[in-house]
């Protein structure tokens, strides 16, 4: 039997640590996941005394105000002797990071820290070693490149048998001043995962110079869950669209079989301290048929509010009403931009704004609380472009919701960074200057008031709002929502 363990920097939403512990306690080993220190976001004028990540990300709530996302506070000898202790307890034969790619140097750091006490191997996986190898071999001594069951269940047999581990499959290994690039390994079934193990006696959190056990990471006590993994669609700053690249898209598109879902629901319901179920799939809602036989079985055997994913193609108002039925209160949809070139031409997301609006007015008539995500200061954005948003917000339902207006954050090596990187050399980006940002993004706010479309036009019309958009805030009469099963007012745009 091989000892584990997982380190996963900032507590949250992860689903890794628990399918990987799961898949080792399966296979006869033991595990203990850690949870190390936690991100805020805090408004930008606010944000000045902590570090950030490698990609930080910013964007503005409901009131106006600028936000930064992904902060945290610096890492204190204090807490760096809690983990010291917590690995010494457990006595791992190796130490793993989930990692990505806004996280390399902090890692990086943890794991350069953590050898001047352990000399055991250090595997890092997730989305940053498989993006960017070359980056993280500097740190590890092994990575695991995509998925990672099938890899950390052969680690830890090879640890448990004192051989070599230099030639796994899925893996780069670096052997002394030497870096192997082993093979890639096949995709597992997704029937043959263990179930994901979330028993608290394994959890540790440790953050502010304090070790909290048992510990559940999800504060909203919800159950996150993704019941198939991979996307149908490859937009292009999106890691699906770069995972599709690397390893191909057949059968990236995976899912679960309906029993094992169900019978992980149940064991989380039955042992957990949770409330509601976030299924976390890149697009719930791409299989309708699916979901005809799923939901009812949901609804009987499960029963708890749910919140998922859809895209303006996948939903009618039929599937709305079924998912309804089964207990979904809360749904998100991608809308990305309101400019159909930005979305055909750099998002390699050719959907039109029409389906988008009726799509999003289709959840409103259900009853399902609607949110939307859209990405704003893109760079490929024009004045033109950010007028047509404008303009399409106008029209897209006013109870639909969002938590923040994001910048695009450009990570490594994805089509759309990449993108970026070649209009950039070849001096054919044009971008608006950062006062036509602020305008629009005050614009963008104030198509989300309740206030007539005749008043706002006139305030889009006047002059004085130019020159100062912070004026629109008056007018924003929404409230920033915190988690995505909240309560929600009902809002309705005001009479002309």
């Not at 900032?10 to 628990?18: S, T």
């Not at 048992?214 to 699906?240: D, K, L, W």
């Not at 309708?288 to 029963?303: A, M, S, T």
């Amino acid at each position: 039997m091989a000892r584990i363990a997982i380190v996963k920097l900032f507590n949250g939403l992860n689903l890794a640590p628990a399918q990987l512990a799961g898949q080792l306690l399966a296979a006869g080993h033991e595990v203990k996941i850690i949870y190390f220190k936690e991100t805020l976001a805090l408004p930008t004028a606010e944000a000045g005394d902590y570090l950030e990540l490698d990609y930080p990300g910013t964007g503005f709530v409901a009131n106006g105000e600028e936000y930064s996302v992904d902060l945290y506070r610096p890492v204190s000898e204090s807490e760096e002797q809690l983990l010291v202790e917590e690995l010494r307890d457990f006595n791992p034969d190796c130490i793993g990071f989930t990692v990505f790619s806004g996280m390399i140097g902090l890692c990086g750091e943890i794991s350069d820290s953590l050898r001047k006490f352990f000399d055991i191997p250090i595997i890092w996986g997730g989305s940053g070693p498989t993006l960017e190898p070359e980056k993280c071999i500097d740190y590890a001594d092994l990575l695991c490149i995509n998925e990672g069951e099938a890899v950390i269940v052969e680690l830890a047999d090879r640890l448990d048998a004192n051989t070599g581990f230099t030639d796994i499959e899925g893996t780069w290994c670096k052997d002394n001043t030497e870096v192997i690039r082993n093979p890639d390994r096949s995709l597992m079934a997704l029937d043959d995962l263990a179930m994901p193990d979330w028993s608290l006696d394994r959890y540790v959190y440790i953050n502010e110079d304090k070790v909290e056990r048992n510990y559940y990471p999800e504060v909203t006590r919800a159950y996150s869950i993704m019941t198939q993994r991979g996307c149908p669609f490859s937009c292009h700053f999106c890691i699906e669209s770069k995972y599709q690249d690397m390893f191909g898209r057949k059968n990236s598109l995976r899912r679960k079989s309906m029993d094992l879902i169900l019978e992980e629901l149940k064991w989380a319901k039955e042992n957990l301290p949770i409330k509601k179920v976030m299924f976390y799939d890149d697009v719930f809602t791409v299989h309708p048929r699916w979901l005809g036989e799923f939901l009812p079985r949901y609804r009987e055997e499960i029963g708890l509010p749910f919140w998922c994913y859809s895209y303006p193609t996948t939903h009618d108002r039929e599937l709305l009403g079924k998912l309804k039925d089964a207990g979904c209160v809360a749904i998100t949809m991608g809308v990305q931009s309101g400019s159909e070139r930005i979305l055909r031409d750099y998002f390699n997301r050719p959907t039109k704004t029409e389906r988008v609006i009726e799509a999003a007015q289709e959840i409103v008539d259900t009853g399902i609380t609607g949110f939307y995500d859209l990405i704003t200061r893109v760079d490929f954005e024009t004045v033109d472009d950010m007028e047509e948003t404008f303009e399409f917000l106008l029209k897209f339902p006013i109870q639909m919701n969002t938590f923040m207006l994001p910048n695009m954050t450009s990570y490594p090596n994805y089509q759309y960074s990449e993108d970026v990187i070649a209009a950039e050399n070849a001096g054919t980006l044009n971008r608006p200057s950062e006062d036509e940002y602020e305008y629009y993004h005050h614009l963008y706010l104030l198509s989300r008031s309740t206030l007539p479309l005749s008043k706002i036009r006139e305030i889009r019309g006047d002059p004085r709002y130019r020159e100062n958009p912070t004026l629109m805030k008056e007018y924003f009469d929404h409230q920033p929502v915190m988690n995505f099963t909240d309560p929600v007012a009902h809002r309705e745009r005001q009479a002309v």
